[in-house]
């Protein structure tokens, strides 16, 4: 799911407020101009822009976490890591930019610097639910479970303190609760994640896993054809056709395991041409 959680970061905090003064108006104003075309996914455009506020005011952390997150999309780490050193030097008490710098270590799997730059950003802001998520998945790469259990926890109690609770987050949660034997805490987690989204197809898909490992395969395949249904999310219709094929052959269901069964085939093959 790292794909789903980069796009999630890189347009998290487009809209946060940065400080400004009226000497400032015209970055500000081409900023702001930058900010939304980076949400209408006018990269270039966006670039153009935020050149023009840091041409303006080349200390503006907003342009330059904005510039830093362009980077990144582009895979051009090294920019993202010097417009973000930029940033924390304008601004050190500002959490954020000191978040993202930690994200740009994570998205190199450079785990014990991400840990630092995550650790540093939540003393800056302890009730900050995204380095304390991405702290989480830091520490559940290198293993650290019960670690990675507790702060995805805390993440979840943060943003429904803040009343942003995410149906990414708790997925992020259940999903490790699911791999961990957890599953009465696994599936009310999910319960609250198809609540908060219920256009989004991942949280069935997660539901039809955990029936699985339940032993409740009809359960799955029920829950599998509604994830189908759907069309918002980040699970591919290649991962929920497969685990049909799995919970109809594990129903006795062989005629429905077979059609979905030739549906990933079908899929496999538009791949490779």
């Known amino acids: 799911m790292k794909a789903a959680f980069t796009l999630a970061v890189l347009l998290l905090g487009e809209c946060q407020g940065f400080g400004q003064t009226p000497d400032k108006a015209a970055a500000t104003a081409a900023y702001d101009r930058a900010n939304r075309l980076f949400i209408a996914h006018q990269y270039q455009e966006c670039m153009n822009a935020v050149d023009e506020a840091l041409r303006l005011d080349p200390n503006l952390v907003a342009a330059l976490t904005l510039r830093a997150k362009l980077a990144m ?3 051009r780490y090294d920019l993202a890591k010097e417009n973000l050193e930029r940033a924390i030097a304008a601004e050190p008490a500002s959490w954020y930019p000191r978040f993202l710098y930690g994200f740009q270590f994570y998205q190199q799997n450079e785990m014990p610097a ?3 730059s995550f650790e540093h950003a939540l003393k800056l802001n302890p009730r900050a639910p995204e380095p304390t ?3 989480g998945l830091a520490d559940e790469a290198l293993g650290r479970t019960d670690e990675a259990l507790a702060l995805y926890k805390r993440a979840v109690e ?3 303190t803040s009343g942003k609770l995410r149906s990414e987050t708790l997925l992020t949660y259940s999903r490790l609760l ?3 034997g957890e599953f009465a805490e696994c599936g009310r987690t999910i319960a609250r994640a198809e609540k908060v989204d219920s256009a989004s197809r991942d949280p069935h898909f997660e539901a039809a896993r955990l029936a699985m490992k339940e032993g409740n395969p009809a ?3 029920k829950e599998g054809e509604i994830a189908l249904r759907l069309h918002e999310g980040d699970v591919t219709d290649r991962q929920v056709h497969f685990l049909l094929v799995q919970a109809f052959r594990a129903s006795g269901q062989d005629a429905d395991a077979t059609r979905h069964a030739a549906k990933v085939h079908e899929l496999d093959k538009g791949q490779k041409r």
């Open 178 to 180: 699911l791999l961990m």
């Open 133 to 135: 998520l991405y702290l």
């Open 114 to 116: 991400a840990i630092a």
């Open 158 to 160: 943060l943003e429904e």
């Open 73 to 75: 999309a582009a895979n």
């Open 219 to 221: 359960h799955a395949a």
